[in-house]
Nanobody, 115 residues
Framework: QVQLVESGGGLVQAGGSLRLSCAAS????????MGWYRQAPGKQRELVAT???????NYANSVKGRFTISRDNAKNTVYLQMNSLKPEDTAVYYC?????????WGQGTQVTVSS
């Protein structure tokens, strides 16, 4: 079993920054992909960014150049540094851990960007 605990969400003005953290515990495996997804009201959950245990990253076009994903393998923690935030970034952000063949989700953390 895997547990994911997210932190760092909140309310910020447009143009501001936030840093999300997600700590994983349990049977996380040595080869996995950790990532962040988000879901705005009335919309489907969408990928924000992922990072493999080897450090390969992938970003949604909408966040490229503004968000940076990183991880600390020793701490089983993934981070999402979000800069130049826009009101359209408002959503619940979910941490995800994929270790084949399973996927796990955190409880979500709210990010609200005011205009």
């Amino acid at each position: 079993q895997v547990q994911l605990v997210e932190s760092g969400g909140g309310l910020v003005q447009a143009g501001g920054s936030l840093r999300l953290s997600c700590a994983a515990s349990g049977n996380t495996g040595s080869i996995n992909v950790m990532g962040w997804y988000r879901q705005a009201p009335g919309k489907q959950r969408e990928l924000v960014a992922t990072i493999s245990s080897g450090g390969n990253t992938n970003y949604a076009n909408s966040v490229k150049g503004r968000f940076t994903i990183s991880r600390d393998n020793a701490k089983n923690t993934v981070y999402l540094q979000m800069n130049s935030l826009k009101p359209e970034d408002t959503a619940v952000y979910y941490c995800n851990l994929a270790v084949a063949p399973f996927g796990y989700w955190g409880q979500g953390t709210q990010v609200t960007v005011s205009s």
